[in-house]
């Protein structure tokens, strides 16, 4: 079992690039969230898809976009890499609304912006 | 959405129990509470939830205040692999976001 996806694993981006990060999950699960986590720091939610075709902002959204390709995918975006963007991204996925079910993880993306 | 407060850190004795507390004082009656632990290095991982009732499982006991206004996930014999950082998730209503608060270190020492 797969569970969460999420592709690439380690990226260096240089200030100004764009990149898109790519989770999917395969557990049919209706909800899914987009996490950043700074160096000894706790979870912000950037944004999350509470079903497919739609997607909402979370705690952190500017300098992201997202497109909830399908059920299974759901892709983050930086248009142009700051520094500041540096951080680990995480991708989760719950059957339903997250606060009332239980939430899977990615293993994360290391992202660098130099 | 609904803030919940934690220690910083805490100590704990292998095979010893854990009480890890959390006050989340403005839950809503329909909010669940979740709690997830993170590794070093790795995604955060689903603990427990409960709404109103103690709830256990293979992992932990989770205690809800009669108020709900607290809760304390219960680790009850810590083992070296239990050394992560605890999330409390104190509900966000009907928007169905995972609001992850600063979490507590738990050091297990042998």
């Known amino acids: 079992n797969a569970g969460v996806t999420q592709t690439p694993k380690f990226q260096v981006l240089k200030t100004g690039q764009s990149m898109t990060l790519q989770c999917a999950q395969d557990m049919n699960h209706n909800s899914m969230y987009w996490y950043r986590q700074d160096p000894g720091m706790g979870l912000r939610l950037i944004y999350y898809?509470?079903?497919?075709?739609?997607?909402d902002k979370g705690e952190v959204p500017n300098g992201y976009n997202v497109s909830r390709l399908n059920k299974r995918e759901f892709s983050l975006r930086l248009e142009s890499a700051a520094p500041s963007q540096t951080s680990v991204y995480f991708c989760?996925?719950?059957?339903?609304?997250?606060?009332?079910?239980?939430?899977?993880f990615g293993q994360g993306t290391r992202l660098t912006v130099v | 959405d609904a803030k919940t407060t934690q220690p910083n850190s805490m100590e704990s004795n292998e095979e010893e129990p854990v009480h890890l507390p959390c006050n989340h004082s403005?839950?809503?009656?329909?909010?669940?509470i979740h709690w997830y632990r993170q590794l070093p290095s790795q995604g955060p991982e689903y603990v427990i939830h409960g709404l109103t009732s103690n709830v256990n499982n293979r992992m932990a006991s989770l205690a809800i205040a009669e108020d709900r206004k607290s809760s304390t996930l219960i680790l009850h014999r810590a083992t070296l692999r239990d050394a992560a950082v605890y999330y409390c998730?104190?509900?966000?209503?009907?928007?169905?976001?995972?609001?992850f608060g600063q979490g507590t270190t738990l050091q297990v020492k042998p």
């Open positions: 989760a996925s719950s059957a339903r609304q997250g606060i009332r079910t239980e939430a899977f």
């Open positions: 998730i104190g509900g966000s209503g009907n928007t169905g976001k995972l609001i």
């Open positions: 403005t839950i809503s009656g329909t909010d669940y």
């Open positions: 898809s509470a079903s497919e075709g739609t997607t």
